[in-house]
């Protein structure tokens, strides 16, 4: 992962636990399990990270939704 992919990964970790009202250790441990980092942040990351936050957070609410993994 490169360090660019990586400072992604973590502003949206940060910005999800903001949003959600929970510490980012809670929010790694949920993206983590339901492979959300693997799957979704990191391999779109071209695309994704000329997104807006809101955007992007919602891409993430979606991909744990569809997952079945409670906010």
């Known amino acids: ?19 959600w009202a929970q510490l980012p250790s809670a929010v790694y441990k949920k993206l983590k399990d339901s492979d959300c980092i693997n799957k979704l942040l990191v391999p779109y990351y071209d695309i994704l990270h000329t997104q807006g936050t809101a955007f992007v957070v919602g891409d993430v609410e979606d991909y744990l939704a569809t997952r079945g993994v409670s906010i």
């Open 1 to 19: 992962m490169s360090k660019d992919t990586f400072e992604f990964v973590i502003y949206i970790l940060h910005a999800c636990a903001d949003k």
